[in-house]
């Protein structure tokens, strides 16, 4: 630290040089990222209320109350207005705090948690914070969680099910009927990864597209994770943790009594947390609305499509599967796409990179324009490799 402080104009022109070698969403260059660039009402919100801390929420009982209202909005969108939950720090958060719940509610022998082969690696995380084992059931061909699997792997150690509405590498939907069916019958906390998928299912379904049950209106469903920074066009932190009922989510709550705001109740990890990220999401959800949404997932499965298109159109590369929401996963059987990817990243183009696919999401940063010359890059690319 220096002893004199910097000018602020001297810190800004550092920062300015220094920030300049990283990505930017505006740039449409992130094409294997899910965040993307915040609505404007949201960013000009979030700045505008910074010092809000709903960690001592008796001093700011009106974002409280919007905290509530959004949580209601998000349960609502995900067939249950009855939801109750918060706005956390992002879906790593979301996930914890649901096998959390689910661990206090269950018989203390129980610690083993049911998770598809595609979850994301947060559920590791959490199963070795909760001291849980997490047991990881294969997919079928369509990148599903096997349900049989899962059947089979239930014993009477099971104290989690998890099932994912839009995986991270692919955007697939698991059963989640069937996972609900076997939940109610064993009597097994069922939470839902909906991190991605919830702020794009519900609105592809009105859209008019085939959407399979996923959310609440599964009697099984206990929590569902639905992150509004990443679809939902929130500035980062927001993620959302909704359970079935309050019951579910005093699990994890806890009773604070010396604060300003006078005794309060937590049921977050964060205890000092973002209100600006509660009223950026409250305005967002208002704001937007149904039609909204609508437009902004109609925009990304638009050029998903396109893309797809185009790159089942380049000779050696094809896409993993059909798209369901705006993930899409490139393979070869020809190159190595480690190399592919590799390359595209000596372009410049952010894509993310699986072990056997480089995945693209479509976010609503990204343009026509973007996907035009990401695919001639893609194409030069394999030109060169096959000669
Ligand atoms: N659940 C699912 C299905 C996810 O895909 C993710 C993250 C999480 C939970 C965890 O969410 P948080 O990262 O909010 O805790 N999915 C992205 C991924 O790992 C996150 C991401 C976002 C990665 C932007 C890269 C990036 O540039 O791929």
């Known amino acids: 630290m220096e002893s004199e402080g910097l000018s602020q ?3 800004l022109r550092e920062l300015k040089s220094r ?5 930017t969403y505006s740039s449409g260059r992130i094409i294997g990222s899910m965040c993307t660039c915040p609505h404007p009402l949201a960013r000009k919100l979030y700045t505008r209320f910074l010092d809000r801390n709903l960690g001592d929420s008796g001093l700011f009982p009106a974002i409280a109350k919007l905290e509530k209202e959004a949580i209601n909005m998000l349960g609502a969108l ?19 705090l649901a096998l959390w719940a689910a661990k206090k509610l269950s018989k203390k022998e129980k610690c083993e948690v049911i998770v598809p082969a595609s979850a994301h690696y947060s559920f590791d995380k959490a199963a ?9 059931v294969g997919l079928n061909s369509g990148f599903q969680v096997d349900v049989e699997a899962v059947r089979k792997a239930v014993n009477s150690s099971t104290m989690a099910i998890v099932g994912i509405a839009g995986t991270t590498g692919l955007g697939v939907v698991d059963p989640i009927l069937e996972l609900s069916e076997i ?6 906390f069922l939470h839902v990864d909906a991190a991605f998928g919830g702020f794009v299912l519900p609105f592809l379904r009105e859209l008019g597209f085939n959407v399979p049950d996923f959310d609440f209106s599964l009697p ?7 992150d509004p920074h990443k679809m939902g066009l929130a500035p980062i932190p927001a993620g959302g943790i909704l359970f079935r009922d309050e019951k579910l989510r005093k699990a994890v709550a806890w009773n604070v009594s010396y604060l300003c705001g006078g005794e309060i109740e937590q049921a977050t990890f964060a205890g000092t947390r973002s209100g600006a990220s509660v009223i950026a999401v409250w305005a967002l959800l208002k704001h937007l609305g149904k039609e909204g949404y609508k437009r902004v997932v109609g925009h990304c499965m638009r050029l998903t499509w396109k ?11 094809s896409i993993v599967r059909e798209p369901i929401m705006n993930i899409v996963g490139i393979k070869s059987e020809v190159f190595d796409i ?3 990817a590799q390359e595209l990243r000596a372009r410049k183009w952010a894509v993310s990179l699986f072990p056997n696919h480089i995945r693209i999401v479509v976010m609503p940063h990204v343009k026509e324009r973007h996907i035009e010359e990401f695919i001639e890059d893609l194409k030069d690319i394999i030109d060169k490799f096959g000669g």
């Not at 939940?183 to 097994?188: P, Q, R, T, V, Y």
């Not at 099984?220 to 639905?226: A, F, K, R």
């Not at 893309?307 to 590369?317: K, T, V």
Request: charge should be negative.
């Open 220 to 226: 099984g469903v206990c929590s569902i994770t639905v």
């Open 307 to 317: 893309l797809a298109e185009e790159i089942q159109m380049i000779n050696g590369l």
């Open 19 to 23: 920030l300049s070698e990283d990505f």
């Open 183 to 188: 939940a109610l019958e064993k009597g097994i």
């Open 128 to 136: 070795d914070l909760l001291g849980l084992k997490a047991v990881r």
């Open 9 to 11: 104009s001297l810190v």
């Open 338 to 340: 480690h190399r592919v």
């Open 78 to 96: 995900l067939s249950n207005q009855r939801a109750s939950g918060h706005i956390v720090t992002g879906g790593t958060e979301a996930n914890t």
